[in-house]
């Protein structure tokens, strides 16, 4: 300065290497720390559906032998009655053909046989019998029909890929559903409109195809019972589309003109567990599992359009032949 004396500046300096590279390691650390948390959530996940994927094929596969099974034990008793009933038929028939021949030439029998033949109405019984066993053919032919369709949807001498009828199999899948397209003291009869087109044999897992036929026409039934309830829908229908592609793509689709979804639930529709049904009432994987079926087992694609309140579509594409 001015006066000639030394001037100091003080200056105090700190080594913050070591302090930044513990704050970089603490934030990788944290970073680390999160991937891994969302690495274990994503697994758990995985393996709750990995579960849940197993305990259904389980019990499908279980479903699948017990509804062969009492298939195989009520198909051998329905032959063999509908095979003798063939012959009963016969026999009544010559026996009434014998009455006639005795009336014809014995016009005056005793006493005692007279009164027997107005005891048991036998102008009645002669007519009436042979419709008795035409009713009794027609029962035995439509258990047959049934055991046909239980044997048909399960499938268990199918478990590997084979080319199979589609038709054949949404058709047992419609004749096990059955009881819940008829009328009911609350609503009409829910119709079934078949557009089929014509379809080559397609290589497939035919029972679990028919797995995805059932997940989805059990809910369009649930989504039509609802929309007679809420809107009082007179015509419920359900309508089942086949066709092929030009290159070789298998299109299924099941349309009903029932409640509808609205945007959110389409975008969760194949989630695991999502379900908008009471609880009790589902379980929230019928259509998870088809959608695995479809995509993983087949290559293929499920897809659902649908307009809140005017109905869903679901959309089944396979190709016709499996890599």
């Given at each position: 300065d001015a006066e000639g004396k030394p001037q100091y500046l003080l200056a105090i300096t700190e080594d913050i290497t070591e302090r930044k590279q513990a704050e970089e390691a603490l934030r990788q650390?944290?970073?680390?720390?999160?991937?891994?948390?969302?690495?274990?959530?994503?697994?758990?996940?995985?393996?709750?559906?990995?579960?849940?994927?197993?305990i259904q094929s389980e019990k499908m596969s279980g479903l699948g032998q017990l509804v062969a099974g009492v298939a195989h034990?009520?198909?051998?008793?329905?032959?063999?009655?509908?095979?003798?009933?063939?012959?009963?038929?016969?026999?009544?028939?010559?026996?009434?053909?014998?009455?006639?021949?005795?009336q014809k030439h014995y016009p005056n029998p005793d006493p005692e046989i007279v009164d027997e033949i107005e005891a048991i109405d036998l102008n009645f019984l002669a007519e009436d019998l042979p419709k008795l066993f035409s009713s009794m053919k027609i029962g035995a032919e439509r258990i047959q029909k049934i055991v046909l369709s239980l044997r048909n949807f399960s499938r268990m001498d199918e478990a590997d890929k084979k080319e199979v009828n589609i038709h054949d199999g949404l058709d047992s899948t419609?004749?096990?559903?059955?009881?819940?397209?008829?009328?009911k003291p609350d609503r009409t009869t829910i119709?079934?409109?078949?557009?089929?087109?014509?379809?080559?044999?397609v290589e497939c897992y035919a029972g679990e195809l028919n797995q995805v036929f059932m997940n989805i026409l059990a809910n369009a039934i649930d989504a039509l019972e609802t929309s007679i309830v809420l809107r009082n829908n007179q015509l419920p229908t359900i309508r089942i589309c086949t066709e092929i592609t030009d290159n070789n793509w298998v299109i299924?689709?099941?349309?009903?003109?029932?409640?509808?979804?609205?945007e959110i639930v389409q975008n969760r529709l194949f989630d695991p567990f999502f379900t908008?049904?009471?609880?009790?009432?589902?379980?929230?994987?019928g259509l998870s599992i088809s959608y695995q079926i479809v995509t993983e087992r087949h290559g293929g694609f499920l897809e659902c359009s649908s307009s809140l309140g005017k109905g869903s579509e679901f959309a089944i594409k396979i190709p016709h032949q499996q890599l």
């Open positions: 650390s944290e970073q680390q720390l999160k991937q891994k948390a969302q690495e274990l959530e994503q697994t758990l996940a995985e393996l709750t559906r990995a579960q849940s994927q197993l034990e009520i198909n051998n008793p329905v032959n063999f009655i509908f095979g003798n009933l063939i012959h009963a038929k016969d026999y009544t028939q010559d026996l009434l053909s014998l009455v006639e021949l005795y419609l004749m096990i559903l059955e009881h819940r397209l008829k009328a119709e079934i409109i078949k557009d089929y087109g014509t379809l080559p044999l299924i689709r099941i349309a009903d003109n029932g409640i509808g979804m609205t908008t049904k009471p609880v009790g009432q589902g379980t929230g994987m």
